[in-house]
């Protein structure tokens, strides 16, 4: 770790930078905290300030003991002392005021900037300082109100709350009894952690990271090991959400993160926490600790090799001895995998040469990545209100998976009586009877192979429906045929009539194919999804059909592959 704590240092180095440097402090405003322009807000001066007492406590750093940081910092939480609002609520203003949720996330920060000054600065030395901590504590105390008594918006929000709750009953003895049963109410509903790792949320880009850092700060309040294991199992099943070209996969995500590229940065400081753990803290969870280990090494080596910011955990690792010290034994992510998550309907597999991912119950159903190459499935479906292919059901087996639809043609039946109205809006449609007089069922049956995927896709039932299998690719990517080549446009699209296609981006060239096109349909013009960031190829055929779609990588680097 050692390597690396320079790369932390300066990193939040530049964080103070801008924290000084974006007139945060300038004495001549009334509301110098405000960051983000014309809105006044307290959070990133509070997320800020974490990283500048790091630098101020750190022998490494340029700022250490640095006089005009300490007076900043001074005049940064007489800010946050007059923003917050007199319940203690430390609002977002741009949707949630008076928000415990919100006000935990700040109490985080606040509490882990706290923390590094008892351990690095010794009671009394220091006016300055000592006057900088009894800040850090009024602001605290008086923020528990809102946490103890307000309410919450997202699964994740609970354990925020609840872990700013433990950890203010352990500042504040004299507050930890009503703390603590408010804590309690929190964890009498269970908390959403899986068998297999996932939160209620399935957000691998961010909120699974948030959850982790709350499961983390009630082990440290309480000794329980099991608020450990929620960590463990989740940080060993993001390993199996890392792509080839090492971000993190979140098309499943049920947040704002979902369908965004992002590096695991935000994961490593609790990787290194796990893998610092003494074995004995660890318990039947100390099989991960080799990979945990790596991972957290992993993460750190691309981020700096990337010329990245480093991920603000400075005051984390600083407040961890055994974090500070650790010494890395490994370095790497896995290089083959396979999970079958069953109740989020989620395929997972990585092998040499390729990763995909295989979601039930998602237009979009097949992910598939070869090196930073992506591509993605879906199937055209203009049957009534269906516009895709969704799969309902998902069958795995070994280098296999099945997904199947059913559709039927639906139209609503007369009452047959008047219904006491003839305004349309306010008769009770859910009651009409339904007709269901045809029906189309959908297989794709998804196979493996060394260089990449076979899909057989059989429709049957209704015939004549015009059905579009769509391979959906980046733009700026080289596409070619016998008969064309061209450069992926966003929001572009072509017919593949006959043959296979090849699709090459940086160092990776895939084939796919064979092409067919006995129609032109390109969708229904009412909720059709149109894929605007990339470019979609069309294999496009009437009902009922059996076709088989590869899709392989025929190069890579240099190296051709066939």
Same mark, same amino acid.
């Given at each position: ?40 807000? &307290?959070?990133?001066? %509070? ?33 946050? $002392? ?84 433990? *950890? ?54 309480? &000794? ?23 971000? %993190? ?23 290194? =926490? ?25 993460? %750190? ?25 650790? @010494? ?47 591509? =993605?499935?879906?199937? &055209? ?9 969704? /799969? ?14 059913? @559709? ?34 959908? *297989? ?5 192979? !060394? ?7 059989? !429709? ?13 690719? /980046? ?16 929001? $572009? ?20 194919? /064979? ?29 009922? =059909? ?7 990588? @025929? !190069? !890579? ?6």
């Amino acid at each position: 770790m050692r390597r690396y704590l320079g790369h932390l240092i300066r990193s939040a180095e530049r964080r103070v930078e801008h924290f000084l440097n974006a007139q945060v402090l300038d004495r001549s405003r009334e509301d110098f905290g405000a960051m983000r322009g014309d809105v006044i807000e &307290g959070k990133p001066t %509070i997320y800020a300030l974490a990283a500048a007492v790091s630098v101020y406590c750190n022998r490494d750093s340029r700022y250490y003991h640095d006089k005009e940081l300490l007076e900043a910092m001074n005049l940064a939480m007489d800010f946050i $002392g007059r923003w917050q609002r007199d319940n203690g609520a430390l609002d977002y203003p741009t949707c949630n005021f008076n928000s415990a949720a919100d006000t935990s996330f700040c109490f985080k920060r606040l509490i882990a900037a706290y923390r590094v000054l008892e351990l690095y600065e010794p009671a009394g030395a220091d006016k300055q300082v000592e006057t900088l901590r009894e800040k850090y504590r009024f602001v605290m105390r008086r923020s528990l109100e809102m946490i103890r008594t307000g309410g919450f918006h997202t699964p994740n929000h609970r354990w925020g709350i609840t872990a700013a709750l433990m *950890q203010g009953a352990g500042l504040f003895p004299d507050l930890a009894p009503e703390l603590m049963a408010r804590a309690g109410q929190y964890l009498a509903e269970g908390i959403d952690g899986s068998a297999d790792g996932e939160y209620a949320e399935r957000s691998t880009g961010n909120y699974n990271a948030v959850v982790n850092n709350a499961m983390m700060a009630m082990y440290e309040e309480s &000794g329980d090991p099991d608020y450990l294991g929620y960590v463990a199992r989740n940080l060993h099943m993001m390993l199996t959400y890392i792509d080839p070209d090492g971000t %993190i996969f979140t098309q499943n995500s049920t947040r704002q993160d979902q369908g965004k590229a992002d590096y695991p940065d935000k994961y490593f400081y609790q990787y290194l =926490f796990m893998a610092s753990l003494p074995e004995e803290k660890l318990g039947e969870y100390g099989k991960y600790r080799e990979e945990f280990d790596a991972a957290a090494h992993r993460i %750190i080596r691309d981020n700096q090799e990337r010329g990245d910011l480093a991920p603000d955990c400075l005051h984390i690792v600083m407040a961890h001895k055994a974090m500070y010290e650790h @010494v890395f034994a490994g370095c790497g992510f896995p290089d083959t995998y396979r999970k079958y998550f069953r109740d989020a309907g989620v395929l997972r597999v990585k092998n040499e040469r390729y990763g995909y991912s295989v979601l039930s119950g998602k237009s979009a159903f097949l992910y598939i990545k070869f090196g930073e190459l992506p591509l =993605f499935v879906k199937i &055209g479906e203009s049957v009534g209100s269906c516009r895709n292919f969704i /799969p309902e059901t998902m069958e795995v087996e070994e280098g296999k998976c099945t997904l199947k639809s059913t @559709v039927y043609t639906s139209y609503y039946q007369p009452f047959g009586e008047f219904q006491g109205t003839n305004d349309w809006w306010k008769m009770d449609h859910a009651s009409r009877e339904i007709l269901n007089n045809a029906r189309l069922d959908i *297989q794709v049956e998804i196979a493996e192979a !060394a260089d990449g995927l076979s899909l057989r896709i059989k !429709a049957e039932g209704l015939s004549r429906v015009p059905l579009r299998v769509q391979v959906c690719a /980046p733009k700026d990517a080289v596409l070619e045929h016998d008969c064309f080549h061209l450069r992926t446009d966003a929001g $572009g699209w072509m017919i593949l009539k006959s043959g296979m296609a090849k699709l090459r981006l940086g160092d990776r060239t895939v084939e796919f194919g /064979p092409g067919f096109g006995t129609h032109e349909f390109g969708g229904h013009y009412s909720g059709e999804e149109v894929f605007a960031s990339g470019y979609t190829v069309y294999l496009n055929e009437y009902t009922p =059909f059996e076709k088989t779609v590869d899709i392989r990588l @025929v !190069a !890579a680097g240099n190296r051709d592959l066939q």
